[in-house]
C-alpha cells in the first residue's frame, strides 16, 4: 500500500535561518506531488506541485522554493524565513494515472517563525 | 482555472441534527468532488467522493450530492456527534487534474 512521510513535525525557526522540510512517498511512481500551507484557521494554500523529477510549479510568488531530486522525494525550503511564512505545512500526493484521483495529506510539518 | 467556492464558513449544530455545507464550481469539465475532514492540528483525510457521473454517493452518516446543470455538490451529515465537530473542505479537480480547494468550513456539534 501507498504511504507519504513528512518530517520534521515540528520545529521552531529564527526569522532569517534557513528551512527544509522533507517528504517522501512508498508504494507508488511517478505520483503528482505537492506542498500546501495553512495558517491558522485558514484555508489550504498551494504552494508548489510536481509532475515529475525536476518538474516544479509554483502557485504563489514567496520566498520559498521546492525540488523533486529523486520520483518519490519533494523538498521545500528556504534560504531565510520571515514570519510570515509560519503555519501548517503539508505534503500531498495523487496517482499520475487519469484525472479525478484522490489526494492523500501527509501529517503536516508544524513552523513557528519567531 | 477553477474556482471553488464554499458556504457557509462556520455552522452550528446541536448534537443530533443534520449539517449541509454547499460548493460551487466553475469549471464545467471538472469530474472529480472530494471531501476533506481536518480535526484540529492534524491532516485533511477524505471522507468521501463524487464523480461526475453520479449524482448522488451515501456512506452511512454522510452523503454527497452533486448537480452537474447547476455546479454545484453538498455534504449532507445526518444524526450529528460531537465527533463530527472539525474543518471540512469541498474540491473539484479542474481539467488538468489539478485539485481546487474551496476555503472550508467550521463545523462546532454541541451536546
Known amino acids: 500500500s501507498q504511504t507519504i512521510h513528512q518530517w520534521p513535525a515540528t520545529l521552531v525557526q529564527p526569522v532569517g535561518s534557513p528551512l527544509s522540510l522533507e517528504c517522501t512517498v512508498e508504494g507508488t511512481s511517478n505520483p503528482n506531488l505537492y506542498w500546501y500551507r495553512q495558517a491558522a484557521g485558514r484555508g489550504l494554500q498551494l504552494l508548489f506541485y510536481?509532475?515529475?523529477?525536476?518538474?516544479i510549479s509554483s502557485e504563489v510568488p514567496q520566498n520559498l522554493s521546492a525540488s523533486r531530486p529523486q520520483d518519490r522525494q519533494f523538498i521545500l525550503s528556504s534560504k531565510k524565513l520571515l514570519l510570515s511564512d509560519s503555519g501548517f505545512y503539508l505534503c500531498a500526493w495523487d496517482p499520475d494515472d487519469v484525472s479525478g484521483n484522490t489526494i492523500y495529506f501527509g501529517e503536516g510539518s508544524w513552523l513557528t517563525v519567531v | 482555472g477553477e474556482n471553488v467556492e464554499q458556504h457557509p464558513s462556520t455552522l452550528s449544530v446541536q448534537e443530533g441534527d443534520s449539517a449541509v455545507i454547499k460548493c460551487t464550481y466553475s469549471?464545467?469539465?471538472?469530474?472529480?468532488f472530494p471531501w476533506y475532514k481536518q480535526e484540529l492540528g492534524k491532516r485533511p483525510q477524505l471522507i468521501i467522493d463524487i464523480r461526475s457521473n453520479v449524482g448522488e454517493k451515501k456512506d452511512q452518516r454522510i452523503a454527497v450530492t452533486l448537480n452537474k446543470t447547476a455546479k454545484h455538490f453538498s455534504l449532507h451529515i445526518t444524526e450529528t456527534q460531537p465527533e463530527d465537530s472539525a474543518v471540512y473542505f469541498c474540491?473539484?479537480?479542474?481539467?488538468?487534474?489539478?485539485?481546487?480547494f474551496g476555503a472550508g468550513t467550521q463545523v462546532v456539534v454541541t451536546p
Open positions: 510536481s509532475v515529475g523529477i525536476g518538474q
Open positions: 474540491a473539484a479537480t479542474d481539467s488538468w487534474g489539478k485539485f481546487q
Open positions: 469549471d464545467s469539465a471538472s469530474n472529480y
